[in-house]
């Protein structure tokens, strides 16, 4: 699957979760924002919105989850956890820099400045054929019906 088609498809649940982006010991916003950094629950302006293709509870504490992540009704990456809250997988596909660079600042202006970085290392192009962007942590998209 590529990301344009993950992108298309519909998703379960969309929310302004941005919390959901930075756990104890992954961060989809690294390395702008720092592990010390506290990051808002939501968004207050809803300009960040969170589309979950998959949000599967395992067992109150591991979970499965896939997601795409928007700014201002543009999807710039792909976010991936399972595992012990979200911790034992955590990947993230970013699918466009400038959009990505931009919600950084925006995500960053929520927190507690704490420092600076220099910028994503894990790009991938939006028509990349990406295997493990919906199979991981021994799972694929599809498998929890």
Known sequence: M???QLYARTPKRVSNEVGRLKGFYYNHVAPEL???????????????????????DIDYRRNWVLASVWLDGRPFMIVQNAGREGDDHAKRFITDTATYAEAARYLKSLCVPQG???????????????RELTTFYGNQLGDFR
């Open 2 to 4: 590529t990301p344009a």
């Open 34 to 56: 720092l592990d010390h950094d506290v990051l808002a629950h939501e968004d207050p302006s809803k300009r960040v919105e969170l589309r979950f293709y998959e949000d599967h």
């Open 116 to 130: 600076t970085s220099d910028g994503p290392v894990d790009v991938v192009g939006l028509d990349d054929e990406v």
